[in-house]
């Protein structure tokens, strides 16, 4: 057998030993091509590979059983209850899959703010849901955002500081934007709080020079946007005089390699019909030119988000969505690239949105706070300002129906084997919205034992 564990639940401190032993509710079998198995918990974290013919029998025997037969002598069933694959009979494992959310994701002390620096972009992809205007963060914006870090260290209030820049394109203004990233990380130093910083950033403009400035500010996290070759991808993400991008990206991306810094780069490509028919012979070319640990891809699929443009994209339907997505898992794991999406929804809590947090804000560039980037000019997206003194002003009427956790989950989601993931996967702009529809259990659920097929690979 062999495990990896996703998550630390404290699971031998959770699951003392007692009598009678149950299978755990999150608790998933999964029967290999090849003849092997491999079983994970979706609250524990555990992945364990069945890869070894004598646990077969016994593993043959869990696995057809209503009741579970606890064998204190056995190997297999005494590492299955380390694991978190087998319980207590008495554990009340929806309570404990609602602390451990309450621990870690409610109780996080970590600031995380998302940074419209402008409203404007240097491209015009042709799938993009933003309406761009001319509006860059003000100077009293980025004050309060500075006034407001130095007070809340002083006061204690945070155990970190991530300041994520997004827009249209972070790094239109970049002398400002980098001026501002010193003197963040400069206050966070004199409190001797750790700070990050990372951008979701079409590239073009981060030049070899500016990627060492920003280095040394710890922006040290990118996504980056290439939809396949040239062809595919300046007919899609084209900048503002109809020219295309591709060269410029790929180039800047290249001179990143050759630089010594610590830091990761996803590049992610969304697919379409098109851009799916040379998925492999892309990710050979990734391969070929970024075979480099800091190096990862992101795979997904083009949709309608809402924008101007969704009339005129060719999208998947979900079974053609969920394939282009195991291609793209299948291919990046036989050349040895890391895939990012491996983590992003099998790691307990991961599906969780970032807008049904409580320590995490969208501050546009009058400092208006908002919770979701899809959702940028509605209403019920503006749960409060940003004062100058660095006061957060919250309206919590509106902020409670981002965060309150009943908005996510629904009553059939408390014995589903895969809950602790997705916590509900209630998208809380939808709910909001008045949506109160079933979810779609079971694409997310072959997407989730997709990513846990291709971790066992690493074990």
């Known amino acids: 057998m062999a495990t990896t564990t996703l998550n630390t639940n404290e699971v031998d401190v959770l699951m003392q030993m007692t009598e009678k032993k149950k299978i755990s509710t999150y608790t998933i079998f999964i029967p290999k091509e090849d003849g092997t198995f491999i079983v994970a918990n979706t609250l524990s974290g555990a992945i364990i590979h069945i890869n070894d013919e004598t646990y077969y029998d016994e593993l043959a025997a869990v696995m057809s059983g209503d009741s579970l037969a606890f064998n204190e002598n056995s190997e297999m069933h ?12 008495d554990i009340d494992e929806y309570q404990m899959a609602l602390y451990h959310h309450d621990r870690g994701v409610v109780r996080d002390t970590a600031l995380r703010l998302i940074l ?23 100077d009293e914006t980025y004050e309060s955002i500075l006034a407001h870090i130095e007070i809340s260290l002083k006061n204690k209030l945070y155990s ?17 934007v980098l001026g501002f990233l010193k003197r963040a990380k400069a206050i966070c130093d004199m409190y001797e709080i750790p700070f990050a910083s990372n951008a979701t950033t079409n590239f073009t403009l981060v030049t070899k020079e500016r990627f060492a400035a920003l280095a040394e500010v710890n922006c040290n996290y990118y996504q980056v946007t290439v939809d396949g070759f040239s062809e595919t991808h300046d007919a899609r993400r084209m ?7 591709f060269n410029t990206i790929i180039k800047n991306l290249l001179d990143a390699k050759q630089c010594d810094y610590s830091y990761k780069i996803a590049i992610r490509t969304n697919f379409d019909e098109e851009t799916a028919k040379s998925l492999e012979k892309f990710y050979d070319y990734i391969k070929e030119n970024f075979d480099d640990p800091r190096f990862s891809i992101q795979p997904y699929n083009v949709a309608k988000m809402g924008g101007k443009n969704d009339e005129n994209l060719d999208i998947h339907d979900s079974e053609q969505a969920f ?3 195991s291609r793209a898992s299948k291919v990046a794991h036989n050349l040895g690239i890391d895939n990012q999406l491996f983590m992003a929804y099998s790691m307990p809590y991961s599906g969780i949105c970032y807008a049904s947090k409580f320590n995490h804000y969208l501050v546009d560039c009058d400092g208006a706070l908002l919770k979701c980037t899809l959702a940028l000019d509605s209403d019920c997206n503006k749960v409060g300002q940003l004062s100058s003194d660095g006061s ?3 309206n919590h009427v509106k902020h409670c129906k981002w965060v309150n956790r009943e908005n996510m989950i629904r009553p059939e989601c408390k014995s589903c084997d895969i809950f602790p993931v997705c916590f509900g996967k209630g998208c809380p702009l939808h709910t909001i919205g008045g949506d109160t529809g079933g979810c779609d259990k079971e694409n997310l659920r072959l997407h989730l034992i997709s990513n846990i097929e291709s971790l066992a690979c690493l074990i």
């Open 78 to 89: 005494r590492h299955f209850y380390d694991s978190g694959v087998f319980v207590d009979d």
């Open 323 to 325: 394939d282009v997505l």
């Open 392 to 394: 957060l002003e919250i």
């Open 160 to 176: 970190s500081v991530t300041l994520s820049l997004f827009g249209g394109e972070p790094f239109l203004q970049f002398d400002k």
């Open 239 to 245: 900048c503002v005089d109809g020219s295309g991008s």
């Open 116 to 138: 419209l620096t402008t409203r404007q972009c240097n491209l015009r992809c042709s799938y993009c849901y933003e309406d761009f205007r001319n509006e860059y963060m003000s």
